[in-house]
């Protein structure tokens, strides 16, 4: 006997899923994040790019002899205080990673830049600094009966001590993560490493550094991404100065809003991001894996 198929019925649409209480409450916790991120990033960014879409603001930028100067510091600032930073955090961390109690101690004033804000610690330092009533002038008085120099009206000191600035100001952070780092490693492996008579070096070099290397440069990385955006070292000590000669990019665009030069100010700001989105893709690539 034949039989035959009957076509299958016609599946009708699925019905809407249900959305849970947790759910609902979930989006609706949400919102406000949404919001914040919509009004205080992706507006201020969009409206500032806005700003910097006319070719002339860079035309009349790169026109700016400041503007050179400025870009020259910026490269200054991140190779040179940014590494130096790094590896002197590397070195620290290999002395706060010992477990004596008067290191502790030590440890808790060592983080004492870095928790302090960054507003009253700059401004002490820059009175520290003043060439007239300045502490460090006039302990070279008492002790020389010289004057000291005037060291922020000096273009190559004043971006000196701006670097030192960002880098004592927040070395204590970079130390602590690389603390945590070294901590993750197997205490093991420096036992049997001792045991076949290494050396310190030699456990550095073949223990705690292949071990560290992935995080000590994920970190250098994303210390010059903040450092690009950070203008407290250098705005809050000289304020740019003298002359506009210790400019960086980040404080490029305070003093063309200053002067009432919004698109200029807007251009400064993305014409970092050639520096800026190259760090962002290297480190994403390095987290991904």
Not at 98 to 120: E, G, H, M
Request: charged letters at 10%; proline letters at 7%; hydrophobic letters at 55%.
């Amino acid at each position: 006997m034949n039989t035959t198929t009957l076509p299958a019925a016609h599946a009708g649409p699925a019905p809407a899923k249900a959305v849970t209480s947790w759910e609902f409450w979930g989006r609706i916790l949400v919102l406000p994040y949404l919001v914040v991120f919509v009004v205080f990033v992706l507006y201020p960014v969009g409206y500032g790019l806005w700003l910097a879409r006319h070719p002339e603001s860079y035309v009349k930028l790169f026109d700016d002899p400041i503007f050179l100067r400025t870009a020259i510091n910026t490269v200054v600032f991140l190779v040179v205080a940014i590494n130096l930073k790094m590896v002197v955090a590397l070195g620290l961390s290999g002395f706060f990673v010992q477990t004596r109690w008067w290191i502790k101690i030590l440890s808790a004033l060592f983080i004492l830049p870095w928790a302090v804000p960054s507003i009253p610690t700059i401004l002490s330092v820059r009175f520290m600094l003043n060439p007239e009533w300045g502490v460090i002038n006039s302990v070279i008085f008492k002790l020389t009966g010289l004057d000291g120099p005037n060291w922020l009206n000096d273009p190559t000191l004043a971006l000196c001590f701006s670097m030192l600035m960002h880098i004592w100001k927040s070395l204590p952070f970079w130390t602590l993560i690389l603390v945590a780092g070294r901590l993750a490693i197997p205490t093991e492996q420096y036992e049997a490493a001792s045991v076949d008579g290494a050396t310190r070096w030699q456990k550095f070099r073949f223990i705690t550094w292949p071990a560290m290397r992935t995080l000590f440069v994920t970190s250098t990385i994303l210390s010059m991404i903040w450092t690009l955006g950070d203008f407290n070292s250098v705005y809050l000590l000289t304020g740019g100065g003298p002359a506009d000669l210790t400019h960086v990019l980040a404080t490029l665009g305070i003093r063309y809003l200053r002067l009432d030069q919004i698109d200029l100010a807007m251009a400064s700001i993305v014409v970092a991001l050639p520096l800026v989105l190259p760090l962002v893709y290297v480190m994403m690539k390095r987290l991904s894996k």
